[in-house]
């Protein structure tokens, strides 16, 4: 497998898609090509800290406002009838 | 190396049953779906408007928009797909007011197979997310992903974040899967090309003195 091959299974790989053949392949790659390993790793840690980084949670008091506030658009829509939004 | 696990298993055995009851007049029901999306809402429309009143606005209108659209919902897909479609394309609509003269689409014509290939492929430490507070880390983080097209940051924010599979975020996001695949690949790895400048391994000895 060349490099330009593993950058195209990347995504497969890394989502658990790929048939066995080909990521035993890659995985041959990864133990000799020092920069895909490199490459492949910290793509895996860049998804993880994105995904554990509690990013633009919702801070409670503001979820309250908003739930309460769409249930009110929600009652005023009903009241108004279909084809108001 | 394994593959990446995701988040969200996305607990679906009763929101059909919860949809069901809102379609015949159950607002309790609605509601719930509400408690139950309505972080994940928010934080694909923040992800897309990197704008916190703006996303504020989306998760009320996209809500709004579901509740009455709910008898047009075929039940042909979950409703959380469904709701994040709505989401994304109310956020769309907010980034195109606010930023007329760029524009906003998911459609961006993606340039040649080469302009993602990694340039830099330095290491990074170890645990790279220990050498910041969280708030710095936050700022990192988000100030790396605003610099990605927002075609780009939704399907990286809808696949890796909220753990939507990657034919749900095709069908979300009205794209085909291997344009999901590709702006995938682009996202993911220009994020860690950009990280690497906070993340990077420095060598010791390198004769700064």
Not at chain 2, 58 to 66: D, I, N, P, S, Y
Not at chain 2, 90 to 108: C, G, I, Q, Y
Not at chain 2, 145 to 156: D, E, Y
Request: hydrophobic share 35%; glycine share 6%; aromatic share 8%.
């Amino acid at each position: 497998m060349k490099c330009s091959e593993f950058l195209t299974e990347l995504t497969n790989y890394l989502d658990g898609v790929l048939d066995s053949n080909t990521k035993v392949e890659l995985e041959n790659h990864l133990s000799w090509c020092h920069n895909c390993y490199v490459v492949c790793d910290t793509t895996k840690k860049t998804i993880e800290i994105y995904r554990d980084s509690q990013l633009y949670e919702l801070p409670e008091d503001l979820r309250g406002r908003l739930r309460s506030a769409i249930m009110t658009k929600c009652q005023q829509h009903k009241k108004r009838g279909p084809g108001s939004v | 190396m394994g593959a990446i696990q995701n988040k969200l298993e996305g607990p679906v055995s009763d929101e059909l049953t919860l949809v069901r009851a809102a379609k015949g007049g159950d607002d309790s029901a609605f509601e719930e779906l509400v408690r139950r999306y309505d972080r994940n809402v928010f934080r694909i429309a923040q992800h897309i408007t990197q704008n916190r009143e703006d996303a504020e606005d989306v998760v009320q209108e996209a809500f709004l928009k579901a509740y009455g659209n709910l008898a047009k919902f075929q039940e042909q897909s979950k409703f959380y797909t469904w709701l994040v479609r709505i989401a994304v394309n109310e956020a769309l609509m907010k980034l195109r007011r606010r930023k007329p003269e760029r524009t906003v689409s998911l459609d961006e014509d993606i340039k040649t197979e080469d302009d993602s290939l990694p340039r830099e492929i330095a290491d990074w430490t170890p645990n790279p997310e220990q050498q910041y507070s969280q708030a710095e880390l936050r700022e990192i983080l988000s100030k790396t992903i605003q610099g990605l097209p927002p075609g780009f940051r939704t399907v990286f924010v809808l696949r890796d974040v909220e753990g939507l599979s990657t034919e749900e975020t095709a069908a979300a996001l009205e794209l085909s899967v291997p344009a999901v695949k590709s702006r995938l690949l682009r996202a993911r790895l220009q994020l860690r090309e950009r990280l690497g400048r906070y993340f990077q391994k420095r060598e010791s000895g390198d004769g700064d003195q």
